[in-house]
């Protein structure tokens, strides 16, 4: 069934005696472990771009097909890839530090069985200065949204837009708050708190600062909003893991507020503030029985690589370097939002995160596959996003100074061609959103959620 | 909280103002990231020893703990780790090739997210010989073994003794069936279908070869009495974990009866066959219903390294390495047994995995204090085994053939000497035994699970 001459291994590919299954620009160019590849010859075919994006996404339900995954397909093609929400100057901080493991230490790593993830809360918990007890390492922050989610039958209260994985693991009634463009897709916190006593939902999703919005919750407001609603929802989930972008200064955090307000759990994930998704690596703040629970159900959730992380943390000289690291990045971040809102035909949304949220003049696909085939510029098409109106959203992730100038040069020669889309497909859009509307877009709609046949 | 010169942070570490807990033989041992380390002098107090891993296993609930654990308690005293279950050989040819991985290649592994667990079963299935659509890939086998168990509030009936994940994670009653040390431990099938019979499980587990005694079913039994329950079990799980170390020739499974069998799942864990454990991988081969509602709940499970050992699996060059480095430890560990055997003092089960369980003469907490602190070899104690009667089981994993000698020679050394604990002490053992029966000595006892409370 193993096709040598192509990774990409989709259904195609493996049709026996086929060796490629040419659906892809690339397919079936070699590439060895090593991952060096013959790049594509850039053009390729946008419209042929589109459609391996979508083959892709079928991979990946809701979310964006990993950079493995277009690599596999797609080789060489994305030279920036402005999807992907995280510090690169991390990145590079962890990187070198990773290439000097020495080669026993390295070998022992992968060799052994990673310690259980109680023992590496404790050498994590000093370093965000919790106690150990209210610490739950996590092999991502999904692995946390989906245990809190999927256990628990009540209502699910959370604004829409937001990160799918948390509606999508609700295995009860999902009520969802729409965010409005005009507000800037800005939280309204009386308006959450009458949704509070409106429909007792069991959870209640908080993300600041948002995405794909970047729209942040402000510390002082956030933390009376806390105490007011206290007591009155089981689970109440703020998520943290864009708070790292939002400010030069220290981050705000509601995670030392666990020990008063004990249905609080505070999310946050390491992949995007320190560069890391590979590694696989999130937390929890939370009461200490919900810890215990979690430790019990994760054993060896965590890899070497995510213990050595931990670990590394924990060095003073690291510390600095990715202190460092981090203010350069929310200065080139507010440089490149700063760029971006002198595009024509756009809006940006203001945001407090690594990203923007933009809307455009055309359908998100053309500009993603003009961007991707002719630039190499990878962006985030939102049209599948619940709760955005239209398909005319794309989320554009800062990276380094240098990669975002070719962002922005790419967008400016994209959207700086007619649009091609006849005002008569527009309306068909329209059409059809209005035969089928999404649900996220009636306030506080009762939404069934995703069900799954159960194991 | 965050104490510099000690890595161990212990609770004693943790106290403010201290700076080593100095509870363990070499607390305060600087130690850089690259994992040098100020060795231990050996020999240690072996009691100190004792202490220090009794202190260990508190985090690590039934389960050892991992190697970077006791590094970070006492580094540099472990150099024969014959704790661990897996194939040196195999990992030293994974090493060689992922030291060979592109700089570049490495910077994209980790900065960015892996693929989906449905994309890399794709990659991974050919290898199997499976459908894609039957694979679940997971962030190590314990991924599947909890979720499958801790979502069936119905009966799990299992041997035991055996891997304790299996019952720890089960969320309605256990019913035992007691493996016997003057049967070498074999599961009787017979005996096996009565107890389904009788008590009707929701889940039946069979592991084969099994951990801790190493004892297997012969396949063609094993294909019998599956196809003779076949309906009367909701969940039947084969953990082939260790399978690999049966034999020279092409390893048997049951993989291929999922089709015909829809209740049937087959786990496998690559940590113990290929020598990966830090990077956590293992699978399960299941209906197709079961795959999707496993790859809903596991959002981005996979490591990058995890994914890049499933290609590394496709590579042909790998695949014949792989094969002759299994072949050679499948031949050393017959030795090792062979070696085992001649020790005085000591009872060896027979074993057709890469393991031997022994009753020793001594209680085992004193042979494995003395082998770590005088030869630096870690076994494991096999005292808290569910299902073993007595303190006095050991197991011993093969290593390659130069540590192998070592562990024998240890062992010798450790076991020429007389018996340090008087019969008084045993008789008490075995009161308090008496007293506070294990509930596994009862065969097909009905036993309350572990209940822990739910976030």
Redo the contacts between chains.
Sequence with gaps: ????GC?C??KMC?IGGARYCQAHPACGVPRD????TAPVQVPVDPRQVVRSLAALRA???S?S?????IERCLPGLVRV?AC?L?N?YA??E??T????????????????????S??VA??L???L?VDPDLLFVA??A??I????L??SSGTLLISVPTFS?YY??AAGPVVTQRLEPHDGFRVDLAELERAVERHHPQTLVIITPNNPDGAAIAGAQLVAFLHRIAGRVE?VIVDESFSHFSTTETPSTVADLVRSLPNLIVVNSL?KSH??????LGYAV?SP??V???R?????????????FC??L???GFQVAYERARRRYVLDIRDFVAELTTLTAVTVFPTSANFALMEVDRPASEVVGALLAEHGVYVRDCADKRGLRGDRYIRVAARGAEDNRRVVAGLRDVLSRPVRCSPARTKSVERRRAAHPDPAHADSALVPPLR????
């Design positions: 069934m193993f096709t040598p990774l291994q989709c493996r472990l090593a991952g060096r991979d990946s339900g979310h097909p990993g950079i493995a995954q890839d992907f995280a690169p990145s590079a962890v990187m530090r990773l290439r000097a493991i020495a080669p026993d230490e390295l070998h022992r790593m992968v060799a052994h069985y990673p310690s259980q109680g023992s404790r050498v918990a000093p370093h200065a092999n991502g999904c692995e949204i989906h245990a809190l999927s256990r994985a999508e693991s689970q992949s560069g890391i998704a590979g590694l696989r939370m029985d919900r215990a629970s979690f019990h159900a994760a054993l060896w959730n965590l890899n070497a690589f995510a213990e050595w670990l590394l924990g060095q003073p799954l046949p159960r194991a």
